[in-house]
């Protein structure tokens, strides 16, 4: 029983990076694809807009260019995404789990952030220059906005790669029912084999 438990103990890693690459190459490898190339366009398009925006509110200071966080999250979230998708690995997973928090939880801010500015400073704005400004803006919102709703596919898809807590609970009952029955197994196994090697004694 021992070496058996010890077997198990071993094959654990193996069976879980078998079942990792099976879910990143062949259930979702389309999906993770989809998600890389957003976030990929999402973030290469944002920087442009926010550019111009932070040109036009302040002579070119990148550090109002808010969008450029979550647009260089989502870069490397889609890289990481990525290399998911080719070499599935564990480690991969948990870094596009934190990157997609980040992005999610940064971009959700610029977006607000940017559309109470946007609300503000329309009023203030030339109106030669309120047009174009405000649909540069609105394709900022809009580029972050996407980005935001990519990284919460990408964990809701992450989220559905294992099963829930009640159902891990109801896996190692299962397995520890199949356990015990087995044990049941080999104590009657056990058990027959000293009744018959008595019974031979006892015939002798």
């Not at 021992?2 to 071993?10: G, L, S, T, V």
């Not at 979702?28 to 990929?40: D, E, I, K, P, T």
């Not at 906005?145 to 099963?163: D, H, I, T």
């Amino acid at each position: 029983m021992e070496e058996r438990a010890a077997q198990r103990e071993q094959e654990r890693p193996s069976l879980r990076l078998e079942k990792l690459q099976h879910w990143a190459r062949h259930r979702q490898s389309g999906h993770l694809l989809v998600l890389a190339v957003s976030q990929l366009w999402l973030a290469v398009a944002v920087v442009p807009f926010a550019t111009s925006v932070a040109c036009l509110n302040s002579a070119c200071h990148m550090a109002t260019a808010l969008p450029l966080g979550p647009g260089a999250l989502g870069l490397l979230t889609a890289i990481v995404t990525l290399e998911l998708r080719r070499a599935p690995r564990l480690w991969k997973v948990q870094a596009m789990m934190i990157l997609n928090i980040f992005s999610l939880i940064l971009g959700f801010i610029v977006v607000v952030v940017d559309v109470m500015k946007t609300a503000l400073g329309a009023a203030s704005a030339a109106p030669s220059q309120q047009a174009g400004l405000l649909a540069v803006e609105l394709g900022t919102e809009a580029f972050t906005l996407g980005g935001v709703l990519v990284s919460a596919y990408s964990l809701f898809l992450l989220s559905q790669r294992k099963p829930g807590c009640c159902r891990n609970r109801s896996l190692h009952y299962q397995e520890l029912q199949e356990g015990l029955s087995e044990l049941e197994e080999v104590a009657a196994l056990e058990n027959g084999t000293t009744v018959a090697s008595t019974a031979n004694a006892t015939n002798e």
